[in-house]
């Protein structure tokens, strides 16, 4: 399938997809013997693992955690344990980073106070 099915079926848009497959997430392949075009074919499997990239984003994974686990993930080289704790880590550093959102809260929230009283 061509880069716009691929967008179409994901619903990721085309321009994130080519960033993905620039930042080493996946491949799409050339054919050869076409040299009137640069269209590059993708897997049918590729949809699955676009998926998984889409989703591991919206829950704070970054693009090198992502290329880290990502061949592992689907090899079946990472046993359950271990995606359990990768899962575990992540939910670890957004703990820490909630934390740190309640802290600056409260801050801004005695900000407000401040104003308030013309202190500020």
Partial sequence: ?????????????IATLRHYENYGLFKGTSNDQVETNNYK????SLVEKIILIKGAKEVGFSL????ELLDSWFSKQMTVDRKKAVVNKKIEEIDVK?????QVKT????A?????????
């Avoid at 074919?41 to 049918?44: I, L, M, P, S």
């Avoid at 090198?64 to 290329?67: F, G, N, V």
């Avoid at 909630?98 to 309640?102: A, D, S, T, Y």
């Fill in 64 to 67: 090198s955690e992502i290329k």
């Fill in 98 to 102: 909630i934390n740190q959102l309640k």
């Fill in 107 to 110: 801050t801004l929230i005695e």
């Fill in 1 to 13: 399938m061509l880069i716009k099915e691929l967008s179409k079926r994901t619903g990721l848009p």
């Fill in 112 to 120: 407000i106070k401040d104003i308030e009283n013309g202190e500020c």
């Fill in 41 to 44: 074919n993708y897997d049918e």
